[in-house]
């Protein structure tokens, strides 16, 4: 059950963009995406949901495919704050709020 | 408002011995998550609990796992006979309901260590 996400590392200068690609091979309601920094907890920057809707805290665009089981996360001019490492994960909808995190996408923004 | 809290923040232990960790979730939340993260991986569902109860346990790799959450706060992560495997981050998790689409806030972790 739990997802690939890919990239698996990449790095980027200063104001370039990134994608992020998290697929799972199971029907999903949503998809949650996550960011980690080095020595810290996760902290939540969006969830996508079925039907659509998107909800996030952070200048961050992401895409959710229903019929592929997609999502994919978008950085665009990133900045050194973006650094960190990306989960990725997937509310199975028979799975009540059971989420089955990616191995993560890890980010290195450089000046 | 406080976030998720857990305790302690490091704990050494020896190989064979028992350890309790602790997890405080953020007030008015009725689910917690467990997880363990080892380094360089994603953090690996361990145990969800909605109210006192354990919705799914299915995360738990053996029986010398276990945790309880009595009254529906609070919830303690216990280990039996620790092995040198079990080291890695314990992160605990909140949600205010069960629901799909519910935000899952972390807290900071206990980084376990086993000797």
């Known amino acids: 059950q739990q997802p690939v996400q890919s990239p698996q590392a990449v790095i980027l200068r200063e104001g370039e963009d990134a994608v992020i690609n998290c697929s799972s091979s199971k029907a999903l309601y949503s998809v949650h995406w996550y960011r980690q920094k080095h020595g810290e907890a996760p902290v939540f920057l969006m969830i996508l949901l079925k039907g659509g809707e998107q909800k996030g805290h952070e200048k961050i665009s992401a895409s959710f495919n229903e019929k592929k089981q997609q999502s994919s996360l978008y950085l665009t001019a990133s900045q050194l704050s973006y650094s960190g490492t990306y989960f990725c994960g997937p509310e199975l909808i028979y799975n009540n709020n059971d989420m089955r995190f990616g191995a993560g996408t890890r980010l290195t923004v450089k000046p | 408002g406080a976030g998720v809290s857990q305790t302690p923040s490091n704990k050494v232990t020896e190989k064979g011995k028992y350890v309790e960790l602790r997890c405080d979730p953020i007030?008015?939340?009725?689910?917690l998550y467990w997880y363990r993260q080892s380094l360089g991986q994603g953090p690996e569902f361990l145990i969800y609990f909605q109210g006192t109860g354990a919705a799914d346990d299915s995360g738990l790799p053996n029986d010398r796992f276990f945790a309880v959450r009595p009254e529906g706060s609070v919830s303690t992560l216990k280990i039996q006979r620790t092995e040198r495997g079990d080291s890695a981050v314990y992160l605990c998790?909140?949600?205010f309901g069960r629901g799909l689409g519910e935000t899952q806030y972390f807290g900071p972790g206990t980084r376990l260590l086993v000797l």
């Open positions: 998790a909140s949600s």
């Open positions: 007030s008015g939340h009725t689910a």
